[in-house]
T-cell receptor, first 113, second 114 residues
């Protein structure tokens, strides 16, 4: 069965430090992978997506993610975190026919001044 | 171009009442998805609809929950005889379908059952 694991429930980083949020998936076919960000009380905003091609994808707000098939991972990175990045981040896998997404349980990012 | 709209944003119901949640997809989008987010959890797929058709309802509870997406008007998620366990945030997403696979999410409806 398809599943997405985000092993870190909470992460705290200092402003200006680098960030990596982990995501592992279980999916039988070629995955379609997404990262979303959710600010408190808000909906989800798409940060980036991977369908095929270059395994390093660039997104909005300076985020990037790398697809590693051998590790079934799609980790999100940012070289220098800003206080406004504090939010909850969700990794998701989309089925080939896109009937549904499977979401991880999320990672809450706290940014220290 | 307005995004996905959901109303109400907050809804309080007593146990046993009905809850109706509305979702207006983005202009030009004919695919609608409903997800439920329980506290401290990720989003769980509930149902996928196209105009006048339910395509996949494998995530919907078998009883008390129903969804529709009529030819005209918003998509409706209906919960009958609500219970405390229905308290959650319900998100709607829309997609144009075809070659574009992104889902665009609305701000959600936060349902509280007292």
């Amino acid at each position: 069965a398809q599943s997405v694991t985000q092993p870190d429930i909470h992460i705290t980083v200092s402003e200006g430090a680098s960030l990596e949020l982990r995501c592992n998936y279980s999916y039988g076919a070629t995955p379609y992978l997404f990262w979303y960000v959710q600010s408190p009380g808000q909906g989800l905003q798409l940060l980036l997506k991977y369908f095929s091609g270059d395994t390093l994808v660039q997104g909005i707000k300076g985020f990037e993610a790398e697809f590693k098939r051998s590790q079934s991972s799609f980790n999100l990175r940012k070289p220098s975190v800003h206080w406004s990045d504090a939010a909850e981040y969700f990794c998701a896998v989309g089925e080939y026919n896109f009937n549904k997404f499977y979401f991880g349980s999320g990672t809450k990012l706290n940014v220290k001044p | 171009n307005a995004g996905v709209m959901q109303n109400p944003r907050h809804l309080v119901r007593r146990r046993g009442q009905e809850a109706r949640l509305r979702c207006s997809p983005m202009k030009g989008h004919s695919h609608v998805y409903w997800y439920r987010q329980l506290p401290e959890e990720g989003l769980k797929f509930m149902v996928y609809l196209q105009k006048e058709n339910i395509i996949d309802e494998s995530g919907m509870p078998k009883e008390r929950f129903s969804a529709e997406f009529p030819k005209e008007g918003p998509s409706i998620l209906r919960i009958q005889q609500v219970v405390r366990g229905d308290s959650a945030a319900y998100f709607c997403a829309s997609s144009p379908g075809g070659a574009s696979y992104e889902q665009y999410f609305g701000p959600g409806t936060r349902l509280t059952v007292t």
